[in-house]
């Protein structure tokens, strides 16, 4: 049974969703886990698990720590490196009808730009450079937290993908995250995808031991709420709004902060049905506000457009 | 795999933070020894998953121990509330015909799974031995042990109940008594997992674990609640959710 109902249908950038629901990199395993759970047609892309240029084997156990609202990982990119992703899963992913997006990412900008090189040739609908992951460093900067080498780096990387469109995702643990926007979006950027994980400490008093990781869950939604609303101000690419979404309302709060699409991280770790109550939820919104389309709301509550309305009467 | 809201049809106290708590079975799908339901717990983020201890048509039944914040709340719901709950999730305890005696070992809360898995084995008439062990007498519940016709070989670290020491060490006496089984399948402590681990090795017996561990989503999107096991000469973390929770014993590497 198709949608009905196109209004959920938006583009972001040149992507052409069937909804402005994506699936978050790192929360939704390989793409394929949920087949029982979630009905494709209602999710706008997929964004994969990061993919390195090598093997990566993760962080050693305690992975994950639960807080309140939330939960604190520290699962360190485990991957099977490009080679085996394109040949052992990817195929399986490409037979899902919806857009896939590849996550990737590299201790260094050698290592990235030829993998990026590599997965270019693969038939994917983007790219998502994870800048935030800790070991992604040039020489002791952590390649996220600097306004310079995102430029550079994010520049480099398009250079490659040419018209594959590039979204960068970005961390919040930053003074000024709107500056590292600016940056990507300098570089080439086609989407911003945020926020990433905050940086946060979980501590085991039963074992004595600390676990260091980022914080997700409906603690940081306020955090990417602001991030979101501030960003759309000052960039003209559209953002993927991404961080403790647990329902319809919340995403309803990043489309009218400026978000085009929202991503669902480790909301539908506890609601596997979560993707149906948001799709639900936009639908009847749209309904009982007589929009024509979810674009219609992109950015509503942000100071940007009403600044724009005001102008324009 | 589905998510369904069931009823807490029964909910007993065992003893001291012990309990075992029947729930409608609203599941269609079928559900094999080893697997794990995935429940939400009020007020919590993430679900909590139990092993599966036992089926019929009409409930599922859950023995679980209070250790965290997660297994406190489900120890003061009570019976006729409603549970959200996501299952069945995992593999399951393998079975070959070809396979004439079992031996299962459950130590403490370990035992879940088996409890399941002895029903089974006794519906198909296959013969086996069941080997339980607890810290005392009060914490070995026989009174949930399904009826049948099999080899039962208790054991308390205080010797309050059947042979005194540690079930494992029982095993041992029992093996160079017996001879081996066609196949070992067991749940409990780390402990007493890896002290199998070596009898395993030394005795040349197949054997099957179920694993326990922290998880975050149950479903195998996270990989939070891997652990090391072998592939050829190397190993990689597999998530005890998804490729587990019961896994060939030689392949896990502890920690």
């Given at each position: 049974?198709?949608?009905?109902?196109?209004?959920?249908?938006?583009?972001?950038?040149?992507?052409?969703?069937?909804?402005?629901?994506?699936?978050?990199?790192?929360?939704?395993?390989?793409?394929?886990?949920?087949?029982?759970?979630?009905?494709?047609?209602?999710?706008?892309a997929?964004?994969?698990?990061?993919?390195?240029l090598?093997?990566?084997?993760?962080?050693?156990?305690?992975?994950?720590?639960?807080?309140?609202?939330?939960?604190?990982?520290?699962?360190?990119?485990?991957?099977?490196?490009?080679?085996?992703?394109?040949?052992?899963?990817?195929?399986?992913?490409?037979?899902?009808?919806?857009?896939?997006?590849?996550?990737?990412?590299?201790?260094?900008?050698?290592?990235i730009?030829?993998?990026?090189?590599?997965?270019?040739?693969?038939?994917i609908?983007?790219?998502?450079?994870?800048?935030?992951?800790?070991?992604?460093?040039?020489?002791?900067?952590?390649?996220?937290?600097?306004?310079?080498?995102?430029?550079?780096?994010?520049?480099?990387?398009?250079?490659?993908?040419?018209?594959?469109?590039?979204?960068?995702?970005?961390?919040?643990?930053?003074?000024?995250?709107?500056?590292?926007?600016?940056s990507?979006?300098?570089?080439?950027?086609?989407?911003?995808?945020?926020?990433?994980?905050?940086?946060a400490?979980?501590?085991?008093?039963?074992?004595?031991?600390i676990?260091?990781?980022?914080?997700?869950?409906?603690?940081?939604?306020?955090?990417?709420?602001?991030?979101?609303?501030?960003?759309?101000?000052?960039?003209?690419?559209?953002?993927?709004?991404?961080?403790?979404i647990?329902?319809?309302?919340?995403?309803?709060?990043?489309?009218?902060?400026?978000?085009?699409?929202i991503?669902?991280?480790?909301?539908?770790?506890?609601?596997?049905?979560?993707?149906?109550?948001?799709?639900?939820?936009?639908?009847?919104?749209?309904?009982?506000?007589?929009?024509?389309?979810?674009?219609?709301?992109v950015?509503?509550?942000?100071?940007?457009?009403?600044?724009?309305?005001?102008?324009?009467? | 795999?589905?998510?369904?809201?069931v009823?807490?049809?029964?909910?007993?106290?065992?003893v001291?933070?012990?309990?075992?708590?029947?729930?409608s079975?609203?599941?269609?799908?079928?559900?094999?020894?080893?697997?794990?339901?995935?429940?939400?717990?009020?007020?919590?983020?993430?679900?909590?998953?139990?092993?599966?201890?036992?089926?019929?048509?009409?409930?599922?039944?859950?023995?679980?121990?209070?250790k965290?914040?997660?297994?406190?709340?489900?120890?003061?719901?009570?019976?006729?509330?409603?549970?959200?709950?996501?299952?069945?999730?995992?593999?399951?305890?393998?079975f070959?015909?070809?396979?004439?005696?079992?031996?299962?070992?459950?130590?403490?809360?370990?035992?879940?799974?088996?409890?399941?898995?002895?029903?089974?084995?006794?519906?198909?008439?296959?013969?086996?031995?069941?080997?339980?062990?607890?810290?005392?007498?009060?914490?070995?519940?026989?009174?949930?042990?399904?009826?049948?016709?099999?080899?039962?070989?208790?054991?308390?670290?205080?010797?309050?109940?059947?042979?005194?020491?540690?079930?494992i060490?029982?095993?041992?006496?029992?093996?160079?008594?017996?001879?081996?089984?066609?196949i070992?399948?067991a749940?409990?402590?780390?402990?007493?997992?890896?002290?199998?681990?070596?009898?395993?090795?030394?005795?040349?017996?197949?054997?099957?674990?179920?694993?326990?561990?922290?998880?975050?989503?149950?479903?195998?999107?996270?990989?939070?609640?891997?652990?090391?096991?072998?592939?050829?000469?190397?190993?990689?973390?597999?998530?005890?959710?998804?490729?587990?929770?019961?896994?060939?014993?030689?392949?896990?590497?502890?920690?």
């Amino acid at each position: 049974m198709g949608i009905k109902n196109k209004n959920l249908k938006i583009k972001v950038g040149k992507l052409e969703l069937n909804s402005p629901i994506i699936m978050s990199s790192g929360t939704f395993g390989y793409g394929i886990e949920l087949k029982n759970f979630i009905n494709y047609k209602k999710i706008g892309a997929i964004i994969t698990k990061t993919i390195t240029l090598y093997h990566w084997k993760g962080n050693p156990q305690p992975r994950i720590w639960e807080t309140s609202y939330g939960v604190i990982n520290s699962i360190g990119l485990q991957n099977p490196g490009v080679e085996q992703f394109i040949k052992e899963i990817l195929p399986i992913i490409k037979e899902i009808d919806t857009k896939i997006i590849i996550s990737i990412s590299g201790t260094n900008i050698k290592e990235i730009l030829q993998l990026t090189e590599i997965i270019t040739k693969e038939k994917i609908d983007g790219i998502e450079l994870n800048i935030s992951c800790p070991n992604f460093k040039k020489g002791k900067t952590v390649v996220s937290q600097d306004p310079i080498i995102t430029y550079k780096i994010v520049k480099e990387v398009k250079k490659i993908v040419g018209k594959i469109p590039l979204l960068v995702k970005l961390s919040p643990n930053v003074n000024d995250i709107t500056e590292i926007a600016l940056s990507a979006e300098k570089g080439g950027a086609d989407i911003l995808s945020m926020i990433n994980t905050v940086t946060a400490i979980g501590m085991d008093l039963q074992e004595k031991k600390i676990i260091e990781g980022g914080l997700s869950g409906p603690a940081i939604k306020p955090i990417g709420l602001r991030c979101v609303y501030k960003t759309y101000k000052k960039v003209s690419i559209p953002i993927i709004g991404i961080g403790g979404i647990t329902s319809g309302k919340d995403a309803l709060e990043y489309i009218l902060a400026g978000a085009n699409a929202i991503g669902v991280g480790s909301g539908i770790f506890s609601n596997p049905l979560l993707v149906d109550e948001i799709y639900m939820f936009l639908e009847d919104y749209i309904k009982k506000n007589n929009l024509k389309s979810i674009k219609d709301i992109v950015g509503l509550m942000n100071e940007k457009t009403k600044e724009k309305n005001r102008t324009r009467e | 795999m589905e998510i369904r809201k069931v009823k807490i049809q029964r909910k007993i106290k065992l003893v001291e933070n012990h309990y075992w708590m029947e729930i409608s079975n609203n599941f269609s799908s079928n559900i094999f020894p080893g697997q794990f339901l995935n429940i939400k717990i009020d007020d919590l983020f993430l679900r909590r998953p139990f092993s599966i201890a036992e089926v019929d048509k009409k409930h599922i039944g859950i023995l679980f121990k209070v250790k965290g914040e997660g297994t406190k709340i489900l120890s003061e719901t009570k019976s006729g509330e409603i549970l959200d709950v996501v299952g069945p999730l995992g593999n399951c305890f393998p079975f070959q015909t070809k396979w004439q005696n079992f031996y299962l070992i459950g130590g403490g809360t370990g035992i879940a799974p088996l409890l399941f898995f002895c029903k089974m084995l006794i519906e198909k008439n296959i013969k086996f031995t069941l080997f339980y062990g607890a810290r005392t007498k009060k914490l070995l519940f026989t009174n949930l042990l399904p009826k049948g016709n099999y080899y039962t070989i208790f054991s308390t670290d205080d010797g309050s109940y059947g042979y005194k020491g540690d079930i494992i060490n029982i095993l041992r006496m029992k093996l160079e008594e017996r001879g081996n089984p066609d196949i070992i399948c067991a749940g409990g402590p780390i402990s007493m997992l890896k002290e199998l681990s070596r009898i395993s090795t030394e005795y040349k017996i197949p054997s099957y674990v179920s694993v326990e561990n922290k998880m975050a989503c149950g479903m195998g999107l996270c990989f939070g609640c891997v652990i090391k096991i072998k592939n050829k000469n190397k190993w990689e973390y597999k998530r005890v959710c998804k490729e587990g929770p019961i896994f060939q014993i030689d392949k896990i590497i502890w920690e």
